[in-house]
């Protein structure tokens, strides 16, 4: 079970920093008396009412064979895997859980907290030079600012594509 908390626990695997055709999973553990199901959604980072539902339970709500998802009773964990990522899957995911109270009166909707998956194989995309870090200590705001505007950019781009 999860401890302490009854926010749906969640995990990544590789990471936030993905490369282009690898499997990403996203895993979203229940606490055991919670029967769920979890919901997996992506997020739009521009409009509230724009969030794509990916997966409710064990059925796929999205046409793209890409995506799949499993149901591990023994641990009550909800997996779903993207393949063959592409820059378009950049992002943030999250997981949410319906909850209803005893009487069923009264339903709540438990939200982890959003996992951000970001793209770094897009050639375009300018890497930090190892050789720079004089200047990248010098300018650490630009470098900073420079990392955002890139997320800002991946996310723009994804946003554009769901479109």
């Known amino acids: 079970g999860v401890c302490g908390s009854r926010l749906p626990q969640v995990s990544w695997a590789p990471g936030s920093d993905v490369e282009a055709g690898a499997t990403v999973q996203l895993e979203c553990q229940l606490a055991a008396e919670v029967a769920g199901p979890a ?4 997020l739009d980072p521009r409009d509230p009412n ?3 539902l990916l997966t409710h339970g064990t059925l796929v709500l999205v046409e793209d064979p890409r995506f799949s998802v499993h149901h591990d009773q023994d641990t009550n964990t909800y997996l779903v895997k993207i393949q063959g990522v592409v820059s378009s899957d950049a992002g943030s995911y999250q997981c949410q859980v319906p909850i209803t109270s005893e009487d069923d009166e009264d339903l709540q909707i438990q939200a982890a907290p959003p996992v951000v998956i970001t793209f770094m194989t897009d050639e375009r995309i300018p890497r930090p030079i190892a050789s720079s870090h004089g200047i990248i200590a010098a300018l ?8 955002l505007f890139l997320l800002h950019i991946s996310l723009l781009y994804s946003w554009l594509i769901l479109r």
């Open 39 to 42: 919901i997996w959604l992506k």
């Open 50 to 52: 724009g969030h794509v």
């Open 140 to 147: 650490p705001t630009n470098s900073y600012s420079l990392a």
